[in-house]
């Protein structure tokens, strides 16, 4: 990690009014000091030619594997890549060895976020005893310490557990993060719209803060478009690159495999709609990774995931601004705003007194996706040989240099 106390962003774009506008942003310290045109004073000079200057990226739907699984990734290796990707702020799901269902194993998790990582890491607590869905988390115990709850990974089945996990989350303000998926149908598009529907009626009666996780399927966004037509707008979902640019018709091997699959085209096209008409009001990875044994068995034996921090900005660059699908206003709002605004994250912007969490992106210059440039410990990428615009040459985090491309 480099630092410096101060760094002049020199010659980039700025999103202002849905435009790109060249201007310069000052960072003193943890705080941008300056936007517009400003006069290298000696200062220490990133050039932004032909990059976009933007707040730091927010994912709220990481797997950082540590503490438990460090072969697959460790908190250390996975905000590296986080930062790589153009995200300042991430939250990591709690699939972990302690489970964090308890104040004792989730500060096993807060104490290694303190030492190793480069970004801003909010981890959540589980909803249930060790994910096996059978009774609630000690929420009460480490509510404090967490933005949200979620069994990521796996449905929560138990609906009278789940109810209570509600009635405590809106006590305590927090998020409830869904992995909707019934345990009959599992990962065919009924498992997760049957998820969805119930999951639905037990948020409307609670009236909790809550959110789906990596919809896929034209039921589902159905079923949440209809709740906020009902005026249920605490319940959110977000969708992932993946499922707006693959289908299952593509798929190679164990890279191309995840949870939720990949869907029929009909799916995607209906993922993408979603996400164009607001159904789905933000982006995230579901940064998954595995080794590179997991990955190469035989394709029904592989495990499900895949990576994604370092190319989601890209793909959501590439496949939906550059073609018009999406505004600048809204590449902003599903990759930053929303999903801090959701989860109560402090919100960074590019002006004068923001905390300097910052994103320097190239739209200029295509680059092809490598594996041997790859931070991560997982390289389970289908979009490996890719070429996207859109991709890092700076991250800053409270005005530190914490990647250079």
Known sequence: ????????????????????????????????????????????????????????????????????FTKKETIKTGTMSAAKGGFTTIMTMPNLNPVPDNLEALKVQLDIIKRDAVVNVYPYGAVTVNQEDKEKADIEGFYKYVKAISDDGRGVNNLEVLKEAMLLAKKHDLVIASHAEDNYWKYAPEGEFIAVRREIELAKEVGCKYHFCHMSTAESFEAIRKAHEDGYTNITCEVAPHHLVLNEEMIKDGNWKMNPPLRSEKNRLATVEALLDGTAIMVASDHAPHT??????EYSKCLNGIIGLETSLPIIYTSFVKTGM??????????????AKVFNLPMRKIMKGSIADIAVIDIENPHTYTKDEILSKGVNSPFIGNTYYGFTRYTLVNGKLVYKG
Do not use: T
């Open 1 to 68: 990690m480099v630092s410096y106390k101060v760094i002049l962003i020199k010659n980039g774009y700025v999103i202002e009014n849905n435009s790109l506008v060249l201007k310069d942003v000052l960072v003193e310290d943890d705080k941008i000091v300056e936007v517009g045109v400003i006069e290298d004073k000696g200062y220490e000079v990133l050039d932004a030619k032909g990059c976009l200057v933007m707040p730091g990226a927010v994912d709220v739907h990481v797997h950082l594997r540590e503490p438990g």
């Open 292 to 297: 590179v044994e997991e990955k190469s068995r």
């Open 326 to 339: 999406l505004s600048l206003d809204r590449f902003l709002e599903v990759m930053v705003y929303n999903p």
